[in-house]
């Protein structure tokens, strides 16, 4: 038998005509997930979120760290970062279930700062993606997140609300130390996000470690150290990964072709971009795009790279 909350979801998923892919709510943020196979993995960027598997069960890649996660637990990814996600359990008697739930940074700073006992940050600078277990106020939150997303008059009113339970019961929950990093002000950790910030912005420039590290207002090494503990990357590492996703959605979303998809990312040599795709991507970039098509055509208009 599905627990009351795997009930609610599947049937919030057959209200929209059933299927399989993303399935968007009303509420900004608060996604649902559902796939009958197991998928191949996907690299994408996530950002600050909570994932929960409500069935089957996923894996993420970050770096050179990878963490599993199955039914009644989350992920927790407090940086954006790009990542290698895959559904590694799922079938048609038994798919992948799950849901995607965007963080509110300021919440989160906001709730941290009432807490009356609040979490001491972890020593050590840590990785910003970490699995922890779905418990029962966490489930009651999603709970009422689905109610609340069949009646949109209430989700202005109440959303809020329930997003700063959820915050509360991560923070105070056993991972609330590593969690509370993120909100902490003027903290290493909050420098650093500041400079991967400005990499978003302009990853298709030349990289200058010395730039970032004054954003950060840090020596270079000490930045880069931060860095590397922060996203399980280097800066330059980092940096090609968003520069090869941004490549693919311009092939795949606009029919951009290779060479000048690789010249808008800031390569200057499009065999070097195709073989740096190539290994990140496990296949050329026309032949990715024809199998991003193809993805496209199962799921009809879903994605599943996320949840």
């Known amino acids: ?13 057959e209200d929209q005509g059933g299927g399989q892919g993303l399935f968007p709510t009303l509420i900004d943020g608060f996604n649902i997930v559902r796939s009958f196979h197991a998928m191949m993995p996907m690299r994408a960027l996530y950002r600050p979120s909570l994932c ?3 069935q089957g069960a996923k894996e993420i890649h970050f770096g050179e760290d990878r963490l599993d ?26 798919p992948y279930v799950g849901v995607t739930i ?30 922890g277990k779905v418990d029962d106020p966490m489930a009651d939150c999603l709970m009422r997140l689905i109610r609340m997303a069949k009646t949109p008059k209430a989700i202005p009113i109440l959303y809020p609300s329930v997003m700063r339970e959820i915050c ?3 923070l105070s929950g056993p991972h609330g130390a590593e969690l509370c990093k993120l909100a902490l002000p003027e903290s290493n950790i909050e420098r650093v996000v500041k400079a991967v910030s400005m990499l978003h912005v302009n990853f298709a420039q030349t990289l200058r470690i010395k730039q970032l590290a004054d954003i950060a207002r840090m020596s270079p090494s000490s ?3 931060h860095f590397k503990a922060l996203t399980s990357m280097t800066p330059l590492q980092f940096q090609k990964q968003l ?8 092939m795949v979303a606009e029919a951009v072709n290779v060479t000048e998809a690789a010249y808008k990312v800031g390569y200057e040599s499009a065999s070097q971009f195709s073989r740096e795709y190539s290994r990140t991507f496990g296949v050329a970039p026309k032949q990715d795009v024809l199998n991003q098509q193809r993805l496209y055509s199962e ?9």
Do not use: K
């Not at 199955?70 to 799922?90: D, F, K, M």
């Not at 963080?103 to 970490?130: I, K, N, W, Y």
């Not at 520069?243 to 311009?250: D, H, M, T």
């Open 1 to 13: 038998m599905p627990s009351p909350l795997l009930a609610a979801v599947i049937a919030y998923i």
């Open 52 to 54: 929960v598997v409500l």
């Open 69 to 94: 996660y199955g039914a009644l637990e989350c992920l927790v990814v407090s940086v954006e970062l790009p990542a290698t996600g895959r559904i590694v359990e799922a079938s048609p008697e038994f």
């Open 102 to 131: 965007d963080f509110d940074v300021a919440m989160m700073r906001e709730v941290l700062e009432q807490l009356e006992t609040p979490p001491t940050p972890a020593s050590d600078p840590g990785p910003c993606v970490f699995v």
């Open 168 to 170: 509360y019961w991560l």
């Open 223 to 225: 930045f880069q150290q």
């Open 243 to 250: 520069r090869l996703l941004e490549a693919r959605r311009l």
């Open 299 to 307: 799921y009809g208009s879903r994605s599943v790279q996320s949840g």
